[in-house]
């Protein structure tokens, strides 16, 4: 299984981003995907989660209205477009995997059994 995330990189308060997360070796429809960021010295910290088809999305709420998440499970991709980003959003970003039944979505990143290496986004003032 591979995840690969990509799309970092660094933007001024205000900007746009947009995050991509490429997956292969496992049945994309069957897993609920995540993002999580961690910044330098802290833990981990969940983001926003979508549920196997889509139908259940939980955000953080801190990024709620600011970022949406989706997939494509045609082409095996998740996507996090980041609007409004600000300097505390600045992190490595990473997306997650976890194999469940349809609506799970966990917010705990020790669910998840699957994750990307992490694509880092810079907020600057």
């Known amino acids: 299984v591979q995840l690969q995330a990509s799309g970092g990189g660094l933007v001024q308060a205000g900007g746009s981003l947009r995050l991509s997360c490429a997956s292969s070796?496992?049945?994309?429809?069957?897993?609920?995907m995540a993002w999580f960021r961690q910044a330098p010295g802290k833990e981990r910290e969940f983001v926003v989660g979508?549920?196997?088809?889509?139908?259940?999305?939980k955000y953080a709420d801190s990024v709620k209205g600011r970022f949406t998440i989706s997939r494509d499970n045609a082409k095996n991709m998740v996507y996090l477009q980041m609007n409004s980003l600000k300097p505390e959003d600045t992190s490595v970003y990473y997306c997650?995997?976890?194999?469940?039944?349809?609506?799970?979505?966990?917010?705990?990143?020790?669910?998840?059994?699957?994750w990307g290496q992490g694509t880092q986004v810079t907020v600057s003032s």
């Open positions: 997650a995997a976890k194999s469940a039944i349809m609506g799970i979505v966990p917010r705990d990143a020790s669910e998840y059994g699957y």
């Open positions: 070796g496992l049945t994309f429809s069957r897993y609920s």
């Open positions: 979508i549920s196997r088809s889509g139908g259940v999305i």
